[in-house]
């Protein structure tokens, strides 16, 4: 079972970088931010390393 994993809109930047290196689980919405709309789309490992390369820490496990 995939654990689940969200962005918190308020503080995203939109500067893409989850949604480009784990686009099976992060898009843009309508208002450009990030958000996980597919949790079981990648490994937890490749999740975590968006995780960890977010620069406002936006990302979380939940």
Same mark, same amino acid.
Request: proline content about 5%; hydrophobic content about 40%.
């Given at each position: 079972?995939?654990?689940?994993?969200?962005?918190?809109?308020?503080?995203?930047?939109?500067?893409?970088?989850?949604?480009?290196?784990? !686009? #099976?689980?992060?898009?843009?919405?309508?208002?450009?931010?990030? #958000?996980?709309?597919? !949790?079981?789309?990648?490994? #937890?490992?490749?999740?975590?390393?968006?995780?960890?390369?977010?620069?406002?820490?936006?990302?979380?496990?939940?």
């Amino acid at each position: 079972m995939a654990r689940n994993v969200y962005v918190d809109k308020d503080v995203c930047i939109s500067c893409g970088l989850c949604v480009e290196s784990v !686009p #099976e689980v992060f898009r843009f919405d309508d208002d450009n931010r990030a #958000e996980a709309y597919d !949790p079981a789309g990648a490994a #937890e490992e490749k999740i975590q390393e968006a995780i960890d390369a977010c620069p406002v820490s936006c990302i979380h496990w939940g």
